[in-house]
């Protein structure tokens, strides 16, 4: 039976890389944190191939510190699963490791990357994601304790890389639409925190296009809702997930 009420107001952002969740859900994360909610932001790496001059501890030790520091602009928690950029893999050991963390976070809701995406390291956190989501609330499922109120959460896929499904080339459309034009100007500060990736962007197109890019994308979002800026997500809608729209009912501005 299907329910509209979170057994816990936490959220966590779980995604592939440094700055993803920055660049796909700050917007709705700044207005769930307003709205009480604790929030978590998760990477399975630490960004260790981000870099086209440092080495792979160096790099990865300041991405670490920078979505730390855009969490904290929010009061959400970074967390890094210690897995490496482009070896991401669903396997029994990532697996493992992302239904400890879920289990140790209780989410009601979670927000992951879409089935397909530009990146294979984005398609197999969706699948990580996909299980800890169905299984962390399972008594057997983790040796961590269970927490009180655990649940199988809302689970929101975001959107693709530029909107597209890379297979087709075609423009997707996730269904659900949350407002973030007011949260613009806080989601720019929280995705500049990631100055190591903006830096070299910004020198190569004399101009500050990691910014501009996700300016973009979201006015892009906006217009197909009536807004300014917006972020998009589908709700995933397979058996025992929530089924009802819980960012609508909670976030909708109608
Ligand atoms: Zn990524």
Redesign the pocket.
Known sequence: MDTLQPNRKVALAF???PD?AEFLCAGTLIRLSDAGWEVHIATATAGDCGTMTLPAEEISAIRRQEASSAAKLINATYHCLEEFDVQVVFDKATNRKTIDLFRRIAPSVVFTHPRYDY?I??EQVHQLARSAAFSYSIPNASSFPLVEGSQVPWLYYCDAMEGIDPYTGNPIRPPVCVDTTAEMQRKIEMLACHASQREWLREHHGMDEYIEAMKRHSSIRGQQHGVEHAEAFALHAGHPFPQADLLGQLLGRE
Request: aromatic share 14%; no cysteine.
């Open positions: 995604f592939a890389h993803d990146m390291d984005h």
